[in-house]
């Protein structure tokens, strides 16, 4: 794997670590209120998942970090948040005997600790593959933490003033996605060895986008 795809993978986990956040708001936002319960939840879900991402992928990457792995750890979050759009009622009726505080925390875990999770274990696993010599670790680390924070701050901008008016929510969700998913099947591709897996994912991004273009979900978002 080359080292401007590696970056490729960074920039692009670090955008979408923002984007989430942010489409969390509008996608929880019409049931429970933008409320100060709501940012304390999704931050406070935010940074416990991304925690957890480094801290699970400091260990496995020490022990077998190979591009494969981490472009399946991109497919993964990815595929989450295909699934997103259609796991959100039926999380809100799970969570809705547990009073708006605990509902709203919940649901928020739910829906977007897993791809946040994944989300942070993509840089420490980048640094691991891209790391030659100790003499550069700090460089290549703050180099790495450096693209996925700059691509945080585009993200921001982005998402909320130019995606989510044009797009949706429900269309950037999706995107979001298919992008994840899309980039970790470029990677896979790239190794002979994995183009039989980089092909299965394209074909099932194709299928789901084949799927929710004919059955809408329930009370679909704008």
């Known amino acids: 794997m080359s080292k401007l795809y590696l970056y ?99 649901a928020a875990f739910i829906l977007f600790a897993p791809p946040l999770t994944l989300l942070g274990m993509v840089s420490p696993y980048a640094l691991k593959l891209q790391i030659a010599s100790l003499n550069v670790v700090g460089r290549t680390a703050g180099n790495l933490y450096a693209g996925s924070t700059f691509a945080s701050v585009i993200s921001a901008l982005l998402t909320g003033f130019i995606f989510i008016p044009n797009v949706g929510v429900k269309g950037l969700t999706l995107a979001l996605g298919a992008l994840l998913l899309s980039t970790a099947a470029w990677g896979l591709f790239q190794n002979k060895k994995s183009k039989l897996a980089s092909l299965g994912i394209v074909l099932v991004l194709l299928a789901y986008t084949l ?12």
Do not use: N, Q
């Open 8 to 106: 490729v993978i960074v920039f692009i986990s670090g955008a979408s670590v923002l984007a989430i956040e942010i489409l969390g708001t509008r996608i929880l936002g019409p049931f429970y209120g933008v409320s100060l319960f709501l940012w304390s939840a999704l931050i406070t879900i935010t940074l416990a998942a991304l925690s957890v991402g480094y801290w699970l992928c400091g260990r496995w990457a020490d022990k077998s970090a190979t591009p494969a792995r981490l472009c399946i750890l991109l497919a993964t979050a990815g595929v989450w948040l295909l699934l997103v759009p259609g796991l959100k009622y039926p999380v809100l009726r799970f969570v809705e005997i547990l009073g708006l505080r605990l509902a709203v925390l919940v």
């Open 211 to 222: 799927v929710v273009g004919i059955v809408p979900t329930e009370g679909a978002d704008p």
